[in-house]
């Protein structure tokens, strides 16, 4: 089997990183016997240098025929000032949008290596593994009007609409509860439901599903801001997080601190199953381009080489394969490499090629 990957390195770090990650594919391809093919494209502020369109009809034809798309990063502080509709993230939510990729998945595990990183006291984050599960394609992100307009008086007038319906919560919701049996059994359901209609019918719905097929799950429902203060009180309690977009995009920033950096958070996006077996899929490191450092070879490579692990286990069923790049980037953290983001006292510091050398020898060394 032969898979197709396209690579969207993007703007600042991305292509650094996404090219540490393609290393890593090639190590599979020559020790795993993994088939597969890469495609690149452009994306983001740099597709809109070439082309004057962050996401292009050309680069989308390819998503779609790909097996799996990773993705670097996109943004930069030069694009700042565009339309919406040029803005390199555009590039991204267009893929998003669609490839129809509504589940996103979000692991904050800390390492047990990296638990003196993180700003909370050790014994808060040791340990730690939750997975949130966000609502990717709805929400306040794509819902209509979005639209700014210029009242009479001169004011300006700015309308972002937040919009759920039945349909999106329970698919969503079936994600999060089928990924928590294959865990700790527990889901948080978070949302604002004692202050927006869509928090109300988002906690019905959820309901509605775990008590018709998901009884085994536990099942707690938490308000948004609430949820925001348990992630840095006591975060273990948390299991998987299911949540809107809105939400998603901010309490997974929250939760990637307490990993360490959010230089170390992989993620998964993914479509429903087609009828011919496939599933969209798009992975990405959950931080941003990082412009400040972009080209330096100082970004920390290991979120991406992880989301490239993701890609493994969820697109290509190589569950073993990407068990075996967790064990072995946990193997350089515990030898003590580290880049600047996850620098201590004592440790090797390396940079993103670096820290890539490093987990390619610990392949060799543990498969
Ligand atoms: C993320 C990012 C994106 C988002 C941006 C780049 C559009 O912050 O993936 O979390 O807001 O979803
Ligand atoms: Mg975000």
Redesign the pocket.
Known sequence: MTYKILILPGDGIGPEIVEQARRVAGWYAKNRNFGFTTEEDLVGGISYETHGDPATDAMMKKALAADAVLFG???GPQWDKLPFDKK??RG??RL?GDLKLFA?L?PALCFDALKDASTLKPEIVSGLDILIV?E?TGGV?FGQPKETTTLPDGQKRAVDTQVYTTGEIERIARVAFELARLRGKRVASVEKSNVMVTGALWRDVVHRVHDAQFRDVQLTDILADNCAMQLVRAPKQLDVILTD??F??IL??EAAQLTGSIGMLP?ASLGAKGANGRQPALY?P?H?SAPDIAGQGLANPIATILSFGMCLRYSFGRVEDATLLDKAVERVLAEGYRTGDIMQPGMTKVGTSGMTDAILKALDGLS
């Open positions: 990063a996109v943004g390199p993230e991204l939510l998003r996103n979000r966000r990717l992100y977009n809105l998603g995009d997974s920033d993620s990405e959950i941003g």
